[in-house]
């Protein structure tokens, strides 16, 4: 089974930017989809939101409407690694920031964190002054 670690985040002013790392082990990587999910302060892991995905094609499905247009995601097959920056950064996308995979090639249309088993640590994400 692939093997996600994330890196990235910290504390971000309001507005501003940063880039989330996702890294792989394994080398069918290529293949998977890879889907961020963030976690909200004081939220439950049954709470835990998809944010978008990555297909094997990188293609990319948004799960949720406020990041369109300030979230984006990007894959590197080179080097096992998936990206996801983030713009216009705003107090409520304060969150742990997970990536995961189902180990299937396409990104479905809805999602939900009881689709996948294996989670990492994941990386805090702080918007604030």
């Known amino acids: 089974q692939a093997q996600l670690v994330e890196s990235g985040g910290g504390l971000v002013q309001p507005g501003g930017s940063t880039r989330l790392s996702c890294a792989a082990s394994?080398?069918?990587?290529?293949?998977?989809?890879i889907t961020w999910f963030r976690q909200a302060p004081g939220k439950e892991r049954e709470e835990r939101e998809g944010?978008?995905?990555?297909?094997?094609?990188?293609?990319?499905?948004y799960y949720k409407e406020s990041v369109k247009g300030r979230f984006n995601v990007s894959r590197d097959n080179a080097n096992n690694m998936v990206h996801l920056q983030m713009n216009s950064l705003k107090p409520e996308d304060t969150a742990v920031y997970y990536c995961?995979?189902?180990?299937?090639?396409?990104?479905?249309?809805?999602?939900?964190?009881?689709?996948?088993?294996?989670w990492g640590q994941g990386v805090q994400v702080t918007v604030s002054l």
């Open positions: 394994g080398s069918r990587f290529n293949y998977y989809a």
């Open positions: 995961v995979t189902d180990q299937m090639g396409l990104c479905p249309r809805t999602t939900t964190w009881k689709l996948f088993r294996s």
């Open positions: 944010v978008l995905c990555i297909s094997n094609r990188a293609t990319s499905t």
